[in-house]
């Protein structure tokens, strides 16, 4: 009976460092521990029946339970420790990182041309002392129309071009309107410029859109006159064009300025040369940017009417002041040469690419 135990144990012994041998699993490893010395594992099984042996049979089998049990006690100590040594070398291998691989170039965005404008332009402004303000787009019909000396009646509020909201209110059709928020709001004197968008009901096509954007620019103060605006204006279409093009201002009506102008760009295309019809300039042929024109239509401008001063209680014998307003489409399709506004809105990445 004795032999018969011992055997068995034997042979449990070698099954079990067989077994533990084999195993390439930490995870198998502890199964093996569980199955063999676990509470209900074979070898405590054996240990459970030495209840039915001589008494003097029973040291001897303890003894050699003790003795296997440490044996594979040892056994997967060492077959852990050796695949877990394994798994790490594995590791190490699998996530060392080649750094002569190439990198993923991550795609980087710009800015819309519109955006790199409208910050040029408000550079130049601010260094000209200028403050950047801004209006609501929906806006008080007074604001955009009356206190800007456009009474009822006049055809710019006509409401096949304007979006009414209701009597009083419109989407404003124009930058104009910051002006009044400007006179009425601030101590004198007054230099601002206000980018914003505009709304007309306008059909879209290559040189309309029914949002838009422009911006208003507006001095107040005392001795302000037409030749401090033909500066101003000088200084911003060469800083934003270059020194060589020329302005020419043409005489023109708004309800808030007198006089007005509309303010006219040296075709920066052609040099404005090739208005002259002569066949002998550089640039001869057909200039599609200011259609052989020579000059290019860019912004409104002009001294402030005194009623508009007077409507926001300012008092025109004492102070004057200058007031324009320019598309921001106009100038950005001008620097760019883009000849379709639509192009600007569409967020085709590869004509944004482009820029
Ligand atoms: N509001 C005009 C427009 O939308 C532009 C303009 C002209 C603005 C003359 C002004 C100005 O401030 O004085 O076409």
Known sequence: MIKETLEKIEQLRDKTLLAIKDSIYVEAVNDIRVKTLGKKGELTTVLKQMGSLAPDERPIIGAKANEVRETVETAILEQTAKLKTLRDEQN???????????????????????????????????????????????????????????????????????FYINDD?????????????????????????????????????ATHSPVFHQCEGLVVGKDITFADLKGTLETFMKRLYGNSVRLRF??????????????????????GNSDTGDSGSAQSGYCSFCKNEG?????????????????????????????????????????????????????????????
Request: net charge negative; proline share 7%.
């Open 169 to 205: 209110v419109v989407l404003r059709t124009q930058t104009s309107s910051v002006q009044i928020r400007a006179m009425l709001e601030n101590k004198l004197p007054i230099a601002i410029i206000s980018p914003g968008r505009v709304y007309r009901r306008d059909e879209v096509d």
């Open 295 to 355: 000059w290019i239509e860019m912004l409104g401008a002009g001294v402030v009417h005194p009623q508009v001063l007077i409507n926001c209680g300012i008092d025109p014998e004492i102070y004057s002041g200058f007031a324009f307003g320019v598309g921001l489409e106009r100038i950005t399709m001008m620097r760019y040469e883009i000849d379709d506004m639509r192009l600007l809105y569409e967020n085709d990445i590869r004509f944004l690419r482009q820029f």
């Open 250 to 271: 043409r005489p023109h009506q708004f309800p808030y300025t007198e006089p007005s102008a509309e303010v006219d760009l040296s075709c920066f295309k052609c040099g």
């Open 92 to 162: 190490i291998k699998k996530e060392t990182i080649d750094v002569t691989l190439p990198g993923k170039r991550r795609p980087l965005g710009k800015s819309h041309p519109l955006r790199v404008v409208l910050e040029d332009l408000k550079d130049i402004f601010r260094s000209m002392g200028y403050t950047v303000v801004s209006g609501p787009e929906i806006e008080e019909v007074r604001f955009v129309f009356d206190m800007l000396n456009t009474p009822a009646g006049h055809p710019a509020r006509d409401e096949s071009d304007t």
